[in-house]
């Protein structure tokens, strides 16, 4: 019968145990040792230094170890930090010892961790190590592909704000304003909306030319951002026509000083080159209060609609929608 | 050709030249991006119309280079995972070398579409090996010349390493372990220092 020796078993099995006919340890390999906090395994009994998880057997006495021989084992030391195992155990020849080898199976990595282990204490044909190498990289590409993912939610969110964005004047865009409206009624809240023309815009743009048409729709959207408030959101919706939802502003009164101030504003003289731009502004606008349920498309035609009275009665002032009259009271004049 | 030996290169002049020497690189090259995406694979171009870009905007020989560039990926802090990676090849910079046989599979188990050219380690007598590289990417030699030097420092031994050539589609390169414990290495742990890279 060949046998092998001790530092022969150490070599092959770095985690084996023997246990001896009562059921203590008698000697165990080199890495396991290195497990055993209070020193040495050697001398405890098996059960007093690792729990059986599975298959569960609550009295550990050999007749019962020993019919577990074959069998798939799950292991765990009893003292922290818990260490898991896989294991399989055999019988001795000769005598009523057993054999226990262990492995550390899928929490390797905490037990390298745990117990600092390095090359030294795992046998060359344990594949712990692989798996080691394997985990490091997957924790790299983890972090390259996390990476990428923040790179390209950046280009998004850049590619969304200019998607939203009217590049000329900052201002937000049609896209951007239908979003925010629809927002605003499913919100449920109070807000006016005003459709703003700016009036003589195009003769700047015949006689000036487009450098003069567009430091015009500049300064424009500059005035109409100054004359609002942070909440207020005014967005360019076409060449020289813009909205502006007032979130909250729905007193009459504060809506026509509003309209007012803003075409007055509008009204000043733009220097272009040493030249004085002058335009003016059309205003219809309406009121959220004013329907059972508000309806986006129902509000900016009723909008448009005061804008078209507007601009049949002279332009250069600001109206609301009126639903009886469909338009025909003048709140402010600003000639 | 894999993002991540662009990404090796430009990083690699990024953090030894700066940004703005990439940016020349990058112009100078012609290439239709200013960085490689780390998991996109590349025209087989690409890279080497980098390199001698590199090589044209440094003025200097694209075999130094790329040996520097072998260094810069064991030695540079920025760098520390693939050193981290290397070190799993063996616990003494024999064992590493011999490990070297395997290098190519170890990378594809981590990166399944990362294609290395095939090593062949020999030891013709105790000290005295070879290392062979099989249809390499021209060069390649010189970046393993750069990468072994840095690691034989890493491990504390002392070696000789000369770049043979190139013959057909093989590089030889020529290493002669001269002492294994020339000095303290680097410690390693497998546990790692718990941070994520």
């Given amino acids: 019968m060949t046998r092998f020796s001790q530092a022969a078993l150490d070599a092959l099995m770095p985690m084996h145990v ?28 098996l059960a007093e230094v690792f729990e059986l998880r599975k298959p569960q057997v609550h009295d550990a006495r050999m007749d019962s170890l020993r019919a577990l021989a074959g069998e798939r084992l799950l292991l765990q030391l009893r003292q922290a930090p818990r260490t898991q195992f896989k294991g399989i155990l055999v019988p001795a020849v000769g005598d009523a010892s057993l054999l226990l080898n262990l492995s550390f199976g899928i929490g390797a990595m905490a037990a390298v961790q745990d117990h600092d282990l390095n090359n030294a204490d795992f046998a060359p044909t344990d594949l712990t190590i692989e798996m080691l190498y394997l985990h490091e990289a997957k924790r790299v590409l983890d972090g390259e592909f996390r990476r990428v993912n ?14 939203m964005t009217d590049a000329l004047t900052g201002l937000r865009n049609r896209r951007a304003m239908e979003a925010e409206l629809a927002l605003a009624i499913e919100a449920r809240t109070h807000f006016s909306l005003f459709q703003v023309d700016l009036d003589l815009f195009k003769q700047i743009n015949d006689t000036l030319g487009h450098a003069a048409g567009d430091r015009v729709l500049e300064v424009a959207a500059k005035r109409m951002l100054a004359n609002t408030r942070d909440v207020d959101i005014v967005t360019r919706v076409g ?73 049949r009665a002279g332009r250069g002032h600001a109206l609301v929608f009126d639903p009886k009259q469909h338009g025909a009271d003048i709140v402010t004049a600003a000639e | 050709m894999h993002g991540l030996i662009g990404r090796a290169i430009q990083n690699f002049v990024h953090d030894t030249y700066g940004p703005e020497t990439w940016l020349q690189i990058v112009g100078v090259a012609a290439v239709p991006m200013t960085e490689f995406e780390p998991l996109k694979i590349y025209s087989d171009d690409v890279a080497d119309k980098v390199l001698d870009a590199v090589a044209l905007c440094l003025e200097r020989p694209r075999e130094e280079i790329l040996e520097d560039m072998g260094l810069y990926l064991v030695a540079h802090p920025n760098c520390a995972t693939v050193r981290r990676l290397l070190r799993f090849g063996g616990d ?56 072994l030097r840095a690691m034989a420092d890493d491990f504390g031994a002392l070696v000789m390493l000369e770049h043979m050539g190139r013959n057909q589609s093989a590089e030889t390169l020529q290493v002669q372990l001269l002492e294994v414990d020339y000095a303290q290495g680097r410690a390693f742990q497998f546990a790692g220092d718990g941070t994520a890279p």
Wanted: glycine share 8%.
């Fill in chain 1, 150 to 163: 923040a790179r390209l939610e950046s280009s998004r969110d850049k590619a969304h704000f200019q998607a």
């Fill in chain 1, 18 to 45: 023997v246990i001896g006919p009562t059921g203590h340890i008698v000697s165990a390999g080199p890495t396991i040792s290195r497990l055993c906090a209070q020193g040495n395994f050697v001398g405890r009994r």
């Fill in chain 2, 92 to 147: 003494t910079f024999l064992h590493f070398l011999h490990s070297l046989n395997e290098l190519p599979d170890r990378v594809r188990l981590a990166v399944s579409d990362l294609d290395l050219p095939e090593l062949d380690l020999r030891e013709h007598y105790a000290g005295n090996l070879t290392l062979t590289v099989f249809d390499g990417p021209h060069g390649f030699g010189h970046v393993l010349v750069g990468l």
């Fill in chain 1, 239 to 311: 060449g020289d026509e813009f909205v502006i939802l007032g979130i909250g502003l729905i007193e009459r009164d504060r809506l026509a000083k509003f309209a007012t101030e803003l075409i007055s504003d509008l009204e000043r003289p733009i220097d272009f080159e040493g030249q004085d731009c002058h335009i003016s502004a059309s205003i219809g606008f309406t009121i959220s209060t004013i329907y059972k349920s508000p309806d986006a498309d129902q509000m900016m035609a009723d909008a448009d609609a005061a804008l078209y009275a507007v601009k």
